[in-house]
């Protein structure tokens, strides 16, 4: 758990967003503890995601995909004008 986690040095650069490359465990963690066997989050036929949704860069939803096999998504952009 992060939270057992301390923070020992960062990746990055200017203009972009800074990520963990080291971190030091503070606890002590039993073997597959806090490991979910395959199927434990949901099962065949659950709606994980529907259409519309959307996929962002630090909400989860990759992961989501990840785990229920999907290798591919079809995905679409928009941008939003802002006239003044």
């Not at 080291?22 to 806090?34: F, K, S």
């Not at 949901?42 to 529907?50: A, E």
């Amino acid at each position: 758990m992060v939270e057992d986690t301390k923070l020992v040095s960062t990746l990055g650069g200017p203009g972009i967003i800074e990520e963990e490359k080291e971190v030091e465990i503070l606890v002590q963690v039993p073997p597959a503890d806090n490991v979910r066997m395959p199927g434990s989050d949901v099962r065949k036929g659950d709606l994980v995601m529907k259409a519309g949704d959307r996929v962002s860069r630090g909400g989860g939803e990759v992961g989501t995909l990840t785990f229920v096999g999907r290798k591919e998504v079809s995905l679409f952009s928009y941008h939003i004008a802002v006239c003044s």
